[in-house]
C-alpha cells in the first residue's frame, strides 16, 4: 500500500520520502523509549507510583507501535510481518509481567530500526534556534518540568539533567515521542528536527540541573 496524501492533495517524491522519514523517526523514538523503560522495570528497585507509572506507559507504547509500525512499514511487507509477530511476543511477555523479555523483544526491533541522530544533536541547532528554544521552554514546558514531583506515578523530568546523563539517543527518543499514558502529550511529535536539535543545546548549556529547580533546593 503505498504512502498517501490528505484527501484532495498530491504528495510528490519529496513529500513522500519526508512522510516516511517522519514515520520512521516516530517508530525508532517509541521503540526506544519503551524499551528503556522496560529495562527499567526489569531492573527493580523503583517505587511503587513510579512502577506503575512505568508499566502503564509500557503498556500503552505496546498499544501503538503496531500502528507505528504498518505505517512506517507498508511498503514492505514482510518486514511489516516480521516487526508486528515481534512486538506479538512482547505483549504477551507483558501479560506475564516478564519485563526481561519485553526488553530483549523491542532491543531486537531498536536494532532493526535504530534512531538516526543526524540533524538531531545539540550542535546541529545554530545561535538564533537555540534562543528561540528557550523562550519556548520558558513559556510552555517549565510550569510542569521545573519542579519535582516524588509521588507522580510519572513526573515531570527534569529535562536539563537527563540533556546531561541519558544518552544521546535515550534523550532525542523521549524528545520526539513525548508521554504517553498520562494527559500530556504535548511533546507527542510536534518539533522539527532542528527544534529538538535546539532544545537538546539549550538544555546542554545549563548546569546538570535545571536553573529554576537549583535555586528551589537554596531556598
Aim: net charge positive.
Amino acid at each position: 500500500m503505498p504512502l498517501s496524501a490528505a484527501p484532495g492533495r498530491t504528495v510528490g517524491p519529496a513529500g513522500l520520502l519526508l512522510q516516511a522519514g517522519a514515520r520512521r523517526r516516530d517508530l525508532a523514538a517509541q521503540l526506544e523509549v519503551a524499551r528503556d523503560d522496560a529495562l527499567s522495570l526489569a531492573g527493580g528497585g523503583l517505587k511503587p507510583p513510579r512502577r506503575r507509572g512505568l508499566e502503564a506507559k509500557v503498556r500503552s507504547a505496546l498499544g501503538v507501535l503496531p500502528l507505528t509500525a504498518r505505517a512506517y512499514l507498508q511498503d514492505d511487507r514482510a518486514a511489516e510481518a516480521s516487526a508486528l509477530a515481534t512486538l506479538r511476543r512482547a505483549r504477551r511477555a507483558l501479560g506475564r509481567r516478564d519485563w526481561k523479555r519485553v526488553s530483549a523483544s523491542l532491543s531486537q526491533l531498536c536494532h532493526a530500526y535504530p534512531l538516526r541522530l543526524a540533524g538531531l544533536r545539540p550542535g546541529d541547532a545554530g545561535p538564533a534556534a537555540v534562543a528561540a528554544a528557550g523562550r519556548a521552554y520558558q513559556k510552555s514546558c517549565a510550569m510542569c518540568h521545573r519542579y519535582a514531583q516524588p509521588t507522580s506515578k510519572l513526573p515531570a523530568p527534569d529535562l536539563f539533567r537527563w540533556s546531561h546523563t541519558l544518552a544521546p539517543r535515550s534523550f532525542v527518543a523521549r524528545m520526539i515521542d513525548g508521554v504517553h499514558g498520562t494527559a500530556f502529550t504535548g511533546f507527542q511529535n510536534p518539533l522539527t528536527d532542528n527544534e529538538i536539535a535546539a532544545l537538546y543545546a539549550y538544555f546542554r548549556a545549563a548546569p546538570s540541573a535545571s536553573p529554576s529547580r537549583s535555586r528551589d533546593k537554596a531556598r
